[in-house]
Each structure stands twice: as structure tokens, then as C-alpha cells.
T-cell receptor, first 112, second 111 residues
Framework: DAKTTQPPSMDCAEGRAANLPCNHSTISGNEYVYWYRQIHSQGPQYIIHGLKNNETNEMASLIITEDRKSSTLILPHATLRDTAVYYC?????????????FGKGTTLSVSS | DTGVSQDPRHKITKRGQNVTFRCDPISEHNRLYWYRQTLGQGPEFLTYFQNEAQLEKSRLLSDRFSAERPKGSFSTLEIQRTEQGDSAMYLCATEFNFGYTFGSGTRLTVV
């Protein structure tokens, strides 16, 4: 089973920041938080991952709370093309070769 | 184009027929995964290959399902005696360092 909890859906206005929350209260010390998104009729796409520190790349920012029990994915200026299902996943650092376990994710709807 | 190719993109088959899907991974990625996704659900893990060795199989992978990865390159997923419950998107993903790269999937419809 997925070790994360996400709201089923969220709305965001185009151009505004989209903040997607994720709870992972049972996360272990060596587990990373990964975010993927899936646009309709495509395979999931890697966005970002982090362990303790906040991370930023060209797609998004990841904010992880100090106790690591929750995190927030931030899309700073959402566009219509960001409409997708967003999945938050935890995975151990030494678990290359183990399956990512997906939950149902958050469906983000960006509107103009 | 993610670099992971899946063929065909769509397949409609009659119940009871056999189907085979192909995945061509990014060449330097030695870890390959198969997932199944039904409507409204996240992808569910089916099986994993490290090079040509099939190292893990989910209990979802019934004995009607078989996967191969000869020579550690492309992979095939075969479903024998298809059932309506097999209708789903079948996704292939490869892994290198961190993060998966998924293909666009094969959508199977069993009628």
C-alpha cells in the first residue's frame, strides 16, 4: 500500500502557484519523497525528489517539513498544461530496483 | 518522446485471445518495470527486470501473464486467454540512478 496521503483533487487558476500537499507520517529516516505527475493518456513523469532539504528544479519546488512527516510540491506559475494527476511517493535510498508504489494521487485542474 | 517506446499504443482483442506488448527501453537503463493502470487508479506494479533477470513479480501477475527481457534489451509482456478484467493501460518504465522514465503505455481493451 502507498505510504502517503494526498487530497483527491485541487483547483488552481492559471498563473497562480499550485501547492500540492502530501502526508507521509510513517516515513523512515532513509526514505526519499518523490513526486511524479501523469498527464492524460501518458505515462507518469518524474518531477522532483528530496530527503530533508528543500529542493528546486526547472519544474517545481519541494518543501519538506522539519519532522519530514509532510511535504508540499509547489508549481510556481501553473499553466493549463500542468493539469494532471500528481503522485507523492516515498522510497528508500537503497531501494533502486524496487517498485515505486503509487496511490491515487491528486488531480490538479488548472483553469484560465 | 521519453525515450521508452511501447508498442502498440492501443490494442483491442476478443476475450480469450492472447496478446503481446513490447517495450524498448533507454539503452543504458538496466532496470525495467511493468505496471498496470486501471481507470481512476494509480499504476500498479507487475514485475521487474535487472538486465535479463526477472527479479520480482507482483501477486497481480497471474499465471496467464508472462514477461521476458531477452539479452537485457527490449521486454515483452504476454497475456494469455485475456479476460475483460485485463482491460487496462500497461506501462513500461526504466530506471537509472534515481527516478523512473515511463513509456506512454499500451491501452488494452478486451471485448
Amino acid at each position: 500500500d502507498a505510504k502517503t496521503t494526498q487530497p483527491p483533487s485541487m483547483d488552481c487558476a492559471e498563473g497562480r502557484a499550485a501547492n500540492l500537499p502530501c502526508n507521509h507520517s510513517t516515513i523512515s529516516g532513509n526514505e526519499y519523497v518523490y513526486w511524479y505527475r501523469q498527464i492524460h493518456s501518458q505515462g507518469p513523469q518524474y518531477i522532483i525528489h528530496g530527503l530533508k532539504n528543500n529542493e528546486t528544479n526547472e519544474m517545481a519546488s519541494l518543501i519538506i517539513t522539519e519532522d519530514r512527516k509532510s511535504s508540499t510540491l509547489i508549481l510556481p506559475h501553473a499553466t493549463l498544461r500542468d493539469t494532471a494527476v500528481y503522485y507523492c511517493i516515498v522510497r528508500g535510498a537503497n531501494q533502486a530496483g524496487t517498485a515505486l508504489i503509487f496511490g491515487k494521487g491528486t488531480t490538479l485542474s488548472v483553469s484560465s | 518522446d521519453t525515450g521508452v517506446s511501447q508498442d502498440p499504443r492501443h490494442k483491442i482483442t476478443k476475450r480469450g485471445q492472447n496478446v503481446t506488448f513490447r517495450c524498448d527501453p533507454i539503452s543504458e537503463h538496466n532496470r525495467l518495470y511493468w505496471y498496470r493502470q486501471t481507470l481512476g487508479q494509480g499504476p500498479e506494479f507487475l514485475t521487474y527486470f535487472q538486465n535479463e533477470a526477472q527479479l520480482e513479480k507482483s501477486r497481480l501477475l497471474s499465471d496467464r501473464f508472462s514477461a521476458e527481457r531477452p539479452k537485457g534489451s527490449f521486454s515483452t509482456l504476454e497475456i494469455q486467454r485475456t479476460e475483460q478484467g485485463d482491460s487496462a493501460m500497461y506501462l513500461c518504465a526504466t530506471e537509472f540512478n534515481f527516478g523512473y522514465t515511463f513509456g506512454s503505455g499500451t491501452r488494452l481493451t478486451v471485448v
